[in-house]
């Protein structure tokens, strides 16, 4: 027996991170004014820990669209994989070599791109893509502040998010 609306629960879920921050920020800041000594310290530590998971709950929270879209993600042990209902596959992190946001298809899809194999083609309104966030992150040089603000833009162009070698070149010359 439940006593929380399912909306409520699905509202209450996607803020998970931001109340637990709250929570940990409020403890925090009860003992580092209300104290003194090592309980101050400790106060003052859960403060800065509560911004911190503040900070990277906000950057999950823009990176969620909501689900209900076609197919699922998981996410085991350096590889991503994804069952679709007419597509899927499997991308090792390892071998990524490209991650682009392509907001031509509807909804926008991820393209994950490997040696040897086609684009791996992942719906961002996927069930379970809020695994890709950790996935992401652990690519070296990736900027989350850009991957997230091209993740609201609309329009009907391919972007590249994170390359490993850059095909392209950095400087474009005009003669």
Excluded: C
Excluded at 96 to 107: I, M, N, V
Excluded at 117 to 135: G, H, M, R
């Amino acid at each position: 027996m439940t006593f929380i609306r399912p909306e409520a629960r699905a509202a209450l879920w996607r803020w998970r991170e931001m109340i637990a921050a709250a929570a940990l920020g409020a403890l925090g800041l009860f003992w580092a004014l209300g104290s003194y000594g090592a309980q101050a310290l400790l106060g003052w530590a859960l403060l800065g820990l509560g911004v911190v998971i503040a900070v990277i709950g906000m950057q999950r929270m823009r990176f969620r669209l909501g689900g209900g879209g076609p197919g699922v993600v998981q996410v085991d042990e350096g590889q991503i994989a994804y069952f679709g209902p007419l597509t899927g596959g499997a991308v090792a992190l390892s071998e990524l070599e490209r991650l682009t946001l392509d907001h031509a298809a509807k909804p926008p899809h991820w393209l994950l791109d490997q040696p040897g194999q086609s684009a791996l083609a992942i719906p961002v309104n996927a069930t379970n893509t809020d695994a890709l966030f950790d996935a992401f992150a652990t690519l070296p040089g990736l900027r989350m502040e850009r991957m997230l603000a091209e993740l609201r833009k609309s329009g009907g162009h391919q972007v590249v998010i994170w390359e490993r070698a850059p095909t392209r070149p950095t400087v474009h010359r005009l003669h």
